[in-house]
């Protein structure tokens, strides 16, 4: 199942809409739940406009640490996966992305890279 883009008072399943706040919210609908840390999820919350300059920052800190050059944001998954994690509004961890179907973390991470390419 397509998750939903929010753009001020319309929602549409599975598309990018550019009215008042674009692409700044996204909830995504999980295909078939998805459980992690004990917890079961049937849908996400992502609020991108919660993000700030300090999430960035500490994002390619984490990556650095971990021997992760991050180039261009928009276009590195690990990356994607840490913005995506922190504008959650489940507050799910960033270790939960890869362990999601191939479709749902495609979806989510295509949110957040829509987001910065649109937006960033």
């Known amino acids: 199942m397509a998750g939903t883009e929010k753009g001020g008072t319309e929602a549409v ?18 295909s078939e739940p998805f459980t992690f840390m004990g917890k079961t999820h049937n849908e996400l919350h992502f609020d991108w406009g919660t993000l700030k300059g300090r999430d960035s920052l ?32 489940e ?10 179907a191939l479709h749902d973390f495609i979806r989510i991470t295509g949110a957040a890279k829509s987001f910065l390419l649109l937006r960033g």
């Open 13 to 30: 399943i599975g598309e990018i809409v550019a009215i008042d706040r674009p692409a700044f919210e996204y909830t995504h609908i999980f």
């Open 58 to 89: 500490a994002i390619e800190s984490e990556l650095q640490a971990l021997g992760v050059t991050v180039v261009m944001p928009a276009f590195s998954g690990h990356y994607l996966c840490r913005m995506a994690a922190r504008a959650c509004r």
């Open 91 to 100: 507050k799910i961890g960033s270790d939960a992305f890869p362990l999601m």
